[in-house]
């Protein structure tokens, strides 16, 4: 078994051991369950904002601890602060160190679009999403059958939650593409053997289709990528590890933000010239 088939064979386990400990009707009971959701979509596409989704993430399975200890309050806070768009909250706790927690704190002192990062793969998973105050939802085209992807999709939606669809090729894309997902990531990580390469982004942008709002994820670490990847199509982009390997991982997004302005300021004012 590679990697991600690891992981999603212990989260069956896991969704199964949850049901038992938190039904359905325990997680409607929570606050969040009637609040509306705040889009993820619209929230990529304000100019006013950097297009950045950052993450909170403890651990990997490929390099270990990352950020073990981090500060979920006040990393939340200085990412937005910062200008990043949205958040990521990884809940996935055995290979992530993740818990829901993490996001429901993030989403106490925080208004803006809260991405649950996580394997999805049950209905009850996006039930609880939306219980802990998430107003989007991950699902990975390389981890579910192209109808199961479909079918939660739709269900993900009936809750007002946006979905995030996570690709590698356009094989992945071209099945799971369906009314119910506006925004498609293209993840530079292959999930199966963890390895990066950010021309994965370059290489399927031209087969996604206009209207789709495009982000690409992982393995970004320095500002002007996000001038190439703007210029290849894409309208969000997705940090993690090159802001939680700092101690202070919202005073390295400041400084990201801060220098890829300065980029964007000088490139449109180049344009603007020309």
């Given at each position: ?142 981890a579910l059958e192209p109808a199961r992807l479909k079918n939660l999709a739709t269900f993900a939606r009936s809750f007002g ?62 500002p002007k990528t996000l001038l190439e990847l703007r210029e290849a199509g894409f309208n969000g982009f997705l940090i993690g ?9 919202e005073r390295a997004a400041a400084n990201f933000i801060k220098e890829y302005k300065q980029l964007l300021e000088k490139q ?7």
């Amino acid at each position: 078994m590679n990697i991600l088939d690891q992981i999603i064979a212990n989260k069956y386990k896991e969704v199964a051991e949850r049901k038992e400990l938190y039904p359905v009707k325990l997680l409607e009971k929570s606050l969040y369950f009637e609040t509306p959701c705040i889009s993820l979509e619209r929230y990529l596409l304000r100019p006013d904002k950097s297009g950045i989704i950052a993450e909170i993430k403890r651990k990997s399975p490929s390099r270990g601890d990352i950020n073990p200890y981090v500060s979920v309050e006040r990393t939340s806070i200085g990412y937005m602060q910062a200008g990043a768009s949205a958040l990521s909250v990884l809940t996935d706790g055995p290979y992530f160190g993740g818990k829901n927690e993490d996001l429901t704190i993030a989403r106490k002192y925080n208004y803006c679009p809260i991405l649950r990062k996580d394997f999805t793969v049950d209905e009850y998973q996006i039930v609880e999403a939306k219980s802990i105050g998430a107003d989007a939802i991950l699902l990975i085209a390389a981890a579910l059958e192209p109808a199961r992807l479909k079918n939660l999709a739709t269900f993900a939606r009936s809750f007002g939650l946006e979905v995030l669809l996570e690709v590698r090729d356009k094989e992945e894309l071209d099945a799971a593409l369906s009314e119910d997902i506006n925004v498609v990531g293209v993840n530079n990580r292959n999930l199966k053997d963890f390895v990066t390469d950010i021309n994965t982004s370059f290489e399927m942008a031209k087969y996604i289709p206009n209207g789709i709002t495009k982000v690409s994820e992982s393995g970004i670490s320095n500002p002007k990528t996000l001038l190439e990847l703007r210029e290849a199509g894409f309208n969000g982009f997705l940090i993690g590890e090159s802001f939680m390997y700092n101690s202070r991982p919202e005073r390295a997004a400041a400084n990201f933000i801060k220098e890829y302005k300065q980029l964007l300021e000088k490139q449109e004012g180049t344009l603007v010239k020309n």
